[in-house]
C-alpha cells in the first residue's frame, strides 16, 4: 500500500548537497527520542493517511454497511506496515537526490539521523511483517496485493521508472491504487469490478494530482536528473495533459452508478466534486495557455483541491451503502 509522494515544497537546506547523512556523529548517539521520530518520518505518515482514506471507505462499500471493525483495524495497520516498508527503502534507494533537492532536504538519511543501513533493513523488516500480518490475521490475498504494491513501489518505480521516463508518476501510481483492491478483498477475499473502478479512478488521478506540485518544484526535480513531465515539457503540454487525465478520471468515478454500485448520494458528490475539479484543470491550462508563470500560475490551488477531492468522493463511497 504505497502512493507516490504528495508534499508541497519547503524547508531550506542544512546539509551539504550530494553527501546524504555526513553529520560527524553516529546516528547511534542521537538523542533516542528525535531517533524514533526519524525512524516514523521514514514510514512517510502524511502520504499514508492518504492510502487509508481510500482503503476504509471501499470496505464499508464491499460490506454494504459497517466492516467488522477488528478487520479494519487490522487492514488499516497492515497497511501501514506495508506502505510505511516502502516508503523507508524509497528513501534509502533515493537517498543521494534527497540530499541534493530543497524538498527532500530533511529527510532522515540526508541529515544522518538514520543510517543507510538502518533504513534498509527496517524497510526489509516492515514489509515481511506486514506481509505475515495480513495474511494470518486479514487474508493471504490482501497480503498479496499489499507486498506487489510495495514491490512495484520499490522496484518499478523508484528503480526503473522515476529516473527513467517522463511517465513515471502515471505507470508508477499503480502502487498508490492498490489500497482499494486491498480494502475490497479484505472484506470479500476477492476482486470485483466496483473494486477495480475505484482503482481506475485513483489511477487516473495521480498523475493530475501531482503534476501541480512537480510543477511547482520542477528545479528541484531538474537539478537532480529526475524528468517529471514539467521538467521535459512545457506548462501548456503539463496542464493540457491534467485535463486530459481530469476528465478521464471524472467519468470512470460515474460508473459505479450505472453498474448497480452506488446510489443517488454518491452519483450527487461525484458530480458536484468532479465538476470542480473540472474548472480548476481548466482554469490552470487557461493560464498556462496565457503564458503565466511563478506564482500567478497558481498550480497548487489544484493540488490542493485534488486531496479535498479524493477525500470526499470516498466518503461518499462509505456514506453511500446507508442512503440507499
Not at 292 to 315: D, N, P, Q
Amino acid at each position: 500500500m504505497t502512493a507516490v509522494e504528495s508534499r508541497p515544497a519547503g524547508g531550506g537546506t542544512s546539509h551539504t548537497p550530494g553527501v546524504p547523512g555526513e553529520l560527524g556523529t553516529s546516528p547511534v548517539n542521537r538523542p533516542f527520542g528525535a531517533r524514533v521520530k526519524a525512524f516514523v518520518a521514514l514510514t512517510k505518515p502524511r502520504i499514508i493517511e492518504l492510502l487509508l482514506i481510500t482503503t476504509v471507505p471501499v470496505m464499508f462499500l464491499a460490506a454494504q454497511g459497517v466492516p467488522d471493525l477488528w478487520l479494519v483495524l487490522a487492514t488499516c495497520l497492515g497497511g501501514y506496515l506495508s506502505a510505511g516498508g516502502a516508503n523507508a527503502l524509497n528513501m534509502y534507494i533515493d537517498r543521494d537526490i534527497d540530499a541534493m533537492m530543497d524538498r527532500t532536504s530533511q529527510r532522515p538519511l540526508v541529515t544522518g539521523m538514520v543510517s543507510p543501513r538502518e533504513a534498509l533493513v527496517f524497510g526489509i523488516t516492515l514489509a515481511v511483517v506486514s506481509t505475515l500480518w495480513f495474511g494470518l490475521l486479514v487474508n493471504w490475498l490482501s497480503a498479496w496485493l499489499a507486498l506487489g504494491a510495495l514491490l512495484f513501489y520499490v522496484v518499478v518505480y523508484t528503480m526503473i521508472l522515476k529516473r527513467r521516463t517522463s511517465q513515471n508518476i502515471v505507470w508508477g501510481g499503480i502502487a498508490g491504487c492498490m489500497p482499494v483492491l486491498i480494502g475490497w478483498s479484505a472484506v470479500t477475499d476477492s476482486v470485483s469490478w466496483a473494486a477495480v473502478i475505484l482503482f481506475l479512478v485513483i489511477f487516473f488521478w495521480t498523475p493530475p494530482h501531482y503534476w501541480p506540485l512537480s510543477m511547482k518544484v520542477k528545479e528541484d526535480y531538474a537539478r537532480v536528473g529526475v524528468p517529471m513531465l514539467p521538467v521535459v515539457a512545457s506548462n501548456r503540454v503539463v496542464a493540457r495533459q491534467i485535463v486530459l487525465y481530469s476528465w478521464v478520471m471524472v467519468a470512470v468515478s460515474l460508473l459505479l452508478t450505472p453498474l448497480g454500485y452506488t446510489g443517488w448520494f454518491y452519483t450527487t458528490v461525484a458530480l458536484a466534486t468532479g465538476g470542480w475539479w473540472l474548472w480548476e484543470a481548466h482554469a490552470l491550462q487557461s493560464r498556462a495557455k496565457a503564458g503565466v508563470t511563478g506564482g500567478k500560475l497558481k498550480e497548487m490551488r489544484l493540488f490542493h483541491w485534488s486531496i479535498t477531492y479524493v477525500s470526499l468522493l470516498f466518503v461518499a463511497v462509505a456514506v453511500d451503502p446507508f442512503l440507499k
